[in-house]
């Protein structure tokens, strides 16, 4: 297979995937859902609790007024508190609310099981293949975050 048609697989392969695991998480949601932005910046406040609204949007690689408007919406929705930064009054940090806490654990236990039951119908073969392949995906997603970086 030529590389470029592999990478193209791969992309097309990981999109997709992510995107029906977000498709199922939704359904049967009693309570509003989250957007995928949303998510990743209360995973990222989960990771580093107090991190501030620009490092956040670095972080993610979005726009800082797109992070701000994120912001604005969870604080408003209650899973976001925004507090001032004591060395810089101008600047908040963000830190998650017990219903955040709540929402990110229902759904990484959520994700884990739709996941997990997927996976346990595949043949030992493919689940060890996917197991293989782990270290391999975690370092193509290290070299993505690091040319993202570069100016």
Request: cysteine-free; charged content about 35%.
């Amino acid at each position: 297979m030529e590389s470029g048609t592999f990478a193209e697989e791969l992309a097309d392969a990981l999109v997709g995937v992510q995107r029906l695991i977000r498709r199922r998480l939704r359904s049967g949601l009693t309570v509003p859902r989250l957007r995928g932005a949303e998510v990743e910046l209360l995973r990222l406040v989960q990771a580093r609790p107090g991190i501030g609204v620009s490092d956040a949007a670095k972080e993610l690689y979005l726009a800082g007024n797109s992070v701000s408007t994120l912001v604005n919406r969870l604080v408003r929705d209650g899973h976001l508190l925004r507090e001032s930064d004591p060395a810089d009054r101008r600047a908040a940090r963000l830190r998650l609310t017990e219903v955040a806490q709540n929402r990110l654990r229902d759904w990484e236990r959520r994700r884990a099981a739709l996941v997990g039951r997927h996976v346990a119908r595949l043949d030992e073969a493919d689940r060890e293949a996917l197991r293989a392949a782990l270290p391999a995906l975690r370092k193509l997603a290290v070299t993505l975050h690091e040319e993202a970086e570069k100016p």
